[in-house]
């Protein structure tokens, strides 16, 4: 794990954000998702410089939200200087409202 990851693996294990579950290294379908909450179909990854842009993640993230799932992501330096603000983002993500469209 990256440091980000580490970082908030440590706020998001044990059901400490709203009591909800979380997997690291959650597999959803051919993909590998930093962190899953299968119970709420919700997806947060941390991404650094490399995602920028990037078309891969692209195509990945439009096959996940066909299949129904929520991506958020997140960006290593947010997550490294401003850890209490991005975990208000994924809570926001989580509350009942955000998933309906």
């Known amino acids: 794990m990256t440091d980000a990851e580490r970082a908030l693996?440590?706020?998001l294990r044990n059901r400490q954000l709203d009591g909800r579950k979380f997997r690291r290294q959650a597999t959803v379908g051919?993909?590998?998702a930093d962190f899953a909450c299968?119970?709420?179909r919700l997806?947060?990854?941390?991404?650094?410089?490399?995602?920028a842009m990037s078309a891969t993640d692209a195509r990945r993230t439009a096959w996940l939200e066909a299949q129904g799932w929520r991506v958020l992501r997140l960006w290593n330096d947010d997550i490294l200087t401003n850890l209490e603000g991005v975990l208000a983002v994924i809570a926001a993500a989580l509350a009942p409202s955000s998933s309906s469209g």
């Open 43 to 51: 997806i947060v990854e941390c991404d650094g410089g490399q995602h």
């Open 30 to 32: 051919p993909y590998i």
């Open 9 to 11: 693996w440590q706020a």
């Open 38 to 40: 299968i119970a709420a």
